[in-house]
Structures are given as C-alpha cells and as structure tokens.
C-alpha cells in the first residue's frame, strides 16, 4: 500500500532528550542567525545487528524555528521488508514502533504529533504476483516499450545476471517499476531499494525455496514535494496539506498508483497484444474497421509493428526525428498511434490483467501469499 514516508515535525510537537545523538549540543541550544542541520541515522552498529530505524534530520532556522524531518520505510518498520504489504488497519502499528523507534534514538513524540504529522513525500506502492510463466523481467522489458512525454526521464537498468529495472522521472515525480525478487540479492549501489536490511535477504531467501517461479513486480510512485502532493490528490477529489493519517489510506494509495498507470499505459495497449503476425495484424484491423481503406489498414499495421519493436516508441520516435529533411512530424505520428487501441482487435498479454486485478483488488501481500504456489 506505502513504503517510504518522510514526516515533518515542528518544535513544540517534540522534545529531543538527547542531542549527543544528533553530534551536537552547543549549536542547537545557541544557534539564532541563518540554516542548520543535524542528522541521527541508523548506525554501523545498528546495521551489523540488523536493526532497522528511521532516518532523522533536525532543522533549524533563526533562534526558534526547529523542525524535525523523519524518514523511514513503514513496511520494513513493521515486517523488517517491504515484500509483505501493510493495510489500512496497521496504521496504529506503524505509528508505536515509529515512536518506540524515535525513542531509542534520543526522541520523544507523542502518538498524537505523528498521526497529525506534515508530509512532504510519500511513495503510494502495489507488489504485483505476475503468473501465467510471465516473468518481471519480460513484463518490464514490454512496458519500456510506451510512448512517454519527453518531461519525464526514462531510465532502464538491464543486470548482466538477469533482471531488469524502469523508471519514468521528473524532479518530484517518479514511476518505478522492477523485479523485486531479482533487486533483493544486488549489491547496494546496484540496488532499486538501496535500504535493504539482512531480515529482508533471509526473509527473501525462505520465499524463494518455498516458491522458486514467484514473480513480483513491483510498481512504485515517488512524491516529493508539498506542491506535487496536494496537485495529485486534489485532481483525485482529496484535501490538500495531508498529515500522516490522512495518506495511510487504502483509497488514496490505489487512486495514486491507478492514476499514474492510466495516465501512462491505457494509450498503449495495442503494444502487449500477443500476436506479432503482420498479417494477422492487418485481418484484425479490417474485421474491426470494415469501412478502412486497405492501404490505411496496412499503414495502420506497419506503425502498431514498429512501435511494437524492440526499442519501442522512443526508438521508433529517435529515428524520425533523426530524419532528413524532416518531411514528417513526430505530433502527427503521435496522433495516429493515440488511436490505435480503437482502431486493432486489442486483447493484451496475461500480465495486463495481473496488473490490472493486483490495483483494483489493492489487497495486501502477506507472508502466506508468497509461500502459495501459482495454480
């Protein structure tokens, strides 16, 4: 439902007992002019031990302003990973190991001030079970096929031993798709989760003798940002400013994640039929247009091919805009491939529909669903 939350709290809505933790005393207590900061994260002793706690930042500006800005994953907070998926009744949870984790770190907060706590990102995320004999790593490689607005940067991480990685991205806004199973045993720097703990390798390594063909994808929205939180949730009928309560929604986590899935792949969904045929491409265009002039049709059958190619629609775009004179425009193309769905016998590949089930059904992974082996 959600993983990475960063919270931001004001000073009167926490008391710090020990600064030490934060590698200071003097500046806080005298500090009245201009920005600082502080930091308390997770130490080397506490990775060695395997203990997961939040990152903290402590801000002030002037003489009185202190904020203390908190960042940690809830899934991992509670599970030790963030294959197992929270719901919206584990929010009382969340919130006591967050306080019990804030008070091990020298931090006392109120279960009060962090339900009511300012957000300034949080990642709305659904693990996707993909069947059938699909694989993530197929399903991504179609997937990076789509025609994208050229506001976002495309990233795509191929790993020589398997296992591939997706990310559309503005600076704060992101859409990450990748095989969680695959991204488990990469090292750090190679890594999507780049905070993995070694609960969550052995938790991983139990999963995958128990089932050794479990496939999940996972699908990730990134929101950073006051301003690109309360534009998205106001387009999706919700209050503006949320606190934490307010986010820790099933409602709001899945119209977030649908949303960006609509918005970027229902336009292209001739791109995951399954038949490759061009003719029998070309006969589905004529059964379902049977006023379409043939030479159109065959038009119609070259372009949803070569989109279909191995570099998709951004290589199909790289070579007409690369061509010269440019004699075609790159918008008038773009409009005849917005039109395709309506215009070809679209039945997608089975893992659309996996996608699809996985974010209207918006059920949480447990640990007993991924021990089940595909019927």
Not at 217 to 232: M, S
Not at 272 to 291: C, D
Not at 351 to 362: M, T
Request: proline share 3%; with cysteine; net charge positive.
């Amino acid at each position: 439902m959600i993983d990475t939350i960063i919270l931001e709290l004001k000073g009167n809505s926490f008391t710090v007992l020990d600064y030490k933790k934060f590698n200071t005393v003097k500046d806080v207590v005298e500090n009245t002019t201009g920005f600082h900061k502080w930091v308390n994260n997770p130490t080397l002793a506490d990775k060695k031990a395997d203990i997961y706690k939040p990152r903290l930042t402590l801000f002030k500006r002037g003489e009185k302003n202190l904020f203390l800005k908190i960042e940690f994953s809830a899934p991992k907070l509670v599970f030790g990973n963030n294959l197992q998926e929270l719901c919206e009744n584990d929010f009382s949870l969340v919130v006591q190991n967050l306080k019990d984790k804030l008070l091990e770190m020298g931090v006392i907060v109120f279960s009060q001030q962090l339900e009511g706590a300012n957000v300034i990102a949080f990642h709305p995320s659904k693990n996707i079970r993909i069947t059938n004999g699909f694989t993530s790593t197929f399903v991504i490689r179609e997937l990076s096929k789509i025609d994208i607005s050229q506001k976002f940067d495309i990233d795509v991480k191929e790993y020589m031993n398997c296992g591939l990685a997706l990310q559309f991205y503005t600076r704060l806004y992101a859409i990450c798709i990748y095989d969680k199973i695959n991204d488990y045993s990469k090292p750090k720097r190679r890594a999507i989760d780049k905070d993995q703990t070694g609960k969550q390798r052995d938790f991983f390594e139990v999963i995958k003798k128990k089932n050794s063909f479990l496939e999940i994808l996972r699908i990730e929205v990134r929101l950073i940002g006051k301003k690109k939180i309360n534009e998205l949730l106001q387009l999706l009928g919700f209050n503006k400013n949320p606190n934490f309560k307010d986010i820790f929604k099933k409602d709001v986590c899945q119209k977030v994640i649908i949303n960006c899935w609509e918005r970027i792949f229902d336009n292209n969904l001739f791109i995951f039929m399954p038949n490759y045929n061009p003719q029998k491409v070309l006969e589905s265009v004529l059964i379902k247009n049977p006023s379409i002039r043939t030479i159109k049709a065959i038009s119609i059958t070259g372009l949803a091919l070569l989109a279909k190619d191995k570099e998709g629609i951004r290589g199909l775009r790289q070579i007409i805009d690369g061509h010269k004179p440019k004699k075609t425009n790159w918008q008038a193309v773009k409009r005849y491939l917005r039109g395709l769905d309506k215009k070809i016998d679209v039945k997608p590949l089975g893992f659309v529909k996996d996608v699809e089930s996985g974010f209207n059904d918006f059920s949480s992974i447990k640990f007993k669903d991924l021990q089940c082996k595909e019927k």
